[in-house]
């Protein structure tokens, strides 16, 4: 190696990232033992969101390298049960060369890299991630424009058109639906997005999330108004629907729930 290139490694092994949180032996994320890191910040406002409290730019600041550390001490627990890293938020594009500094670091230890988006950044943050990604879980939140404003606060065109680009690069993804009744469950909300999955190839998978109300909490811990307050969680039939649905559009689906 090159003086220059070892200076250059050096430099991203030295970038900071803002971080909330972090799972050191998370397992539903993507498959085997994950070492979730949760990164802080998000620009989008989804009425369900989860997380809201990833939403402002705080958090722990932290270089690549001290992560690196965290995770290596992991090593042999990703690697005997096929898991890896996988960087979730808020929107950990936002510090996209963070995760880019980072998942470069992990593919040089051979561990699995898998990225959780919902994919509202600009289109140059996003590709620079695709190449050192092994997996991306993409969060589609609704497909109809306008009802999107209404749920999340922000237009989809852009998340639509990065989801387009990683699947014409080849990008190994998940499509990711967190299914909320009476939000995004009509018939109509359903086919949009089994029909977008079914447009972006055979290599494209989808999995179908049941909303769940643990994060209604977490609005009212912030002192922050849900406007989910009411709306359960979906019942085995509904997600039998939604899965239908998919399947009824030839959508290969990870998790299928196949009784309604
Ligand atoms: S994109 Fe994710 S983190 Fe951001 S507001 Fe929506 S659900 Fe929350």
Not at 43 to 50: P, S
Request: with cysteine.
């Amino acid at each position: 190696m090159t003086e220059r290139e070892e200076r250059g490694r050096e430099d991203a092994r030295a970038v900071t990232g803002y971080v909330h949180s972090v799972e050191t032996m998370g397992t539903v994320d993507d498959g085997g033992i994950r070492f979730v890191l949760f990164m802080q910040g998000c620009a989008m406002r989804c009425v369900f969101c989860h997380n809201p409290d990833t939403w402002l730019r705080l958090g722990r600041e932290v270089t690549v390298d001290d992560v690196m550390r965290e995770i290596l001490d992991y090593k042999p627990f990703f690697e005997a049960s096929g898991g890896g890293v996988t960087v979730s938020g808020g929107e950990p594009l936002l510090q996209h060369r963070f995760v880019r500094a980072l998942f470069e670091q992990c593919g040089a230890h051979g561990l699995h890299r898998a990225l959780d988006t919902a994919g509202y950044c600009k289109h140059g943050c996003f590709e620079s991630v695709l190449d050192c990604t092994d997996l991306l879980l993409f969060s589609v939140k609704v497909v109809d424009q306008e009802k999107h404003v209404r749920l999340t606060g922000v237009k989809n065109d852009v998340i639509l058109a990065n989801l387009r680009l990683a699947a014409e690069r080849g990008t190994n993804i998940v499509v990711r639906y967190v299914l909320i009744p009476t939000v995004n469950d009509s018939e109509r909300d359903l086919c949009d997005v089994a029909k977008l999955v079914a447009s972006l190839g055979d290599r494209v998978e989808a999995d179908i999330l049941p909303y769940d109300r643990m994060g209604v909490s977490k609005w009212k811990q912030l002192g922050l108004d849900c406007a989910l307050d009411g709306v359960p969680e979906p019942t085995e039939r509904d997600l039998a629907r939604a899965c239908r649905v998919f399947r009824e559009h030839s959508v290969r689906l990870r998790t299928d729930f196949a009784q309604e």
